[in-house]
């Protein structure tokens, strides 16, 4: 078959999408984790895979995308995410967004259940899908939020990053691409970082990227 048949092309497009497919549908068949409220939240509502920004946050949320079935959607910290998005100059339908764990870890309160951040164990068996994920979707910016993102990235390759309010907003390079952690949208994170702070440093992530172009 010639290099110039655009039946090649094609195939060669297709190929992501296909290796995607299969990864939702591993996804979706994993149980392993107990205390897990098994949302399995990965399909083709978290973007494109020919992005310039992926982003990375912690878990899908009980009255979030546990239950929409979308990264960031439903809840205060997919309301606030929006309008950061908004700030940097970005469209939600042209960034990829995932979790460094697909499913809602909750606390053992029965009815009063609330969001618990992910534990080790749940990061370390989740930790898989994300490096697939990462090998699938080659945007050159990885924006991770908040502290289980970076625990997350940091189990597929090493960083230095210890606190991200620290460093919030910097780029940095990681796993030949650039790092950029930032605080989570949480509402209950604006005391490490004020509202304005997130605004500016969205705005430097948003500069970023415009200037960079899907692998």
Same mark, same amino acid.
């Given at each position: 078959?010639?290099?110039? /048949?655009? !039946? $090649? ?7 992501? !999408? ?9 996804? $979706?068949?994993?149980? $392993? ?9 990965? +399909? ?15 878990? @899908? ?12 959607? +439903?809840?205060? %910290? ?33 009815? +009063? $259940? ?13 930790? @898989? ?8 979707? !080659?945007? @050159? ?9 970076? /625990? ?12 991200? %309010? ?7 390079? *990681? ?5 950029? @952690? ?8 604006? +005391?490490?970082?004020? *509202?304005?702070?997130?605004?500016? /440093? *969205? ?13």
């Amino acid at each position: 078959m010639s290099t110039n /048949d655009p !039946r $090649a092309a094609l195939t060669e497009a297709a190929r992501p !999408r296909a290796s995607f497919a299969l990864l939702i549908d591993d996804v $979706a068949a994993c149980h $392993a984790c107990a205390e897990m409220a098994y949302a399995h939240v990965l +399909g083709a509502t978290n973007g494109p895979l020919e992005t310039r920004l992926l982003i990375v946050g912690e878990a @899908p949320g009980r009255l979030g995308a546990a239950r929409t079935g979308v990264p960031f959607r +439903g809840d205060r %910290s997919g309301e606030r995410l929006d309008t950061l998005l908004a700030a940097a100059a970005l469209d939600r339908s042209e960034v990829f967004i995932t979790n460094a764990v697909l499913c809602n870890p909750l606390t053992e309160a029965g009815d +009063g $259940a609330r969001n618990r951040r992910p534990r080790a164990s749940e990061l370390a068996r989740c930790s @898989p899908y994300l490096e697939r994920t990462l090998a699938l979707v !080659r945007a @050159p910016v990885i924006a991770a939020l908040g502290g289980a993102a970076l /625990d997350a990235l940091a189990r597929i390759e090493a960083h230095e990053i210890a606190r991200v %309010s620290e460093v919030a907003g910097e780029p940095r390079c *990681w796993a030949g691409r650039t790092l950029v @952690p930032l605080v989570h949208p949480s509402p209950r994170t604006q +005391g490490r970082r004020s *509202w304005a702070q997130q605004l500016e /440093d *969205w705005k430097r992530l948003g500069e970023l990227v415009t200037g960079q172009t899907p692998r």
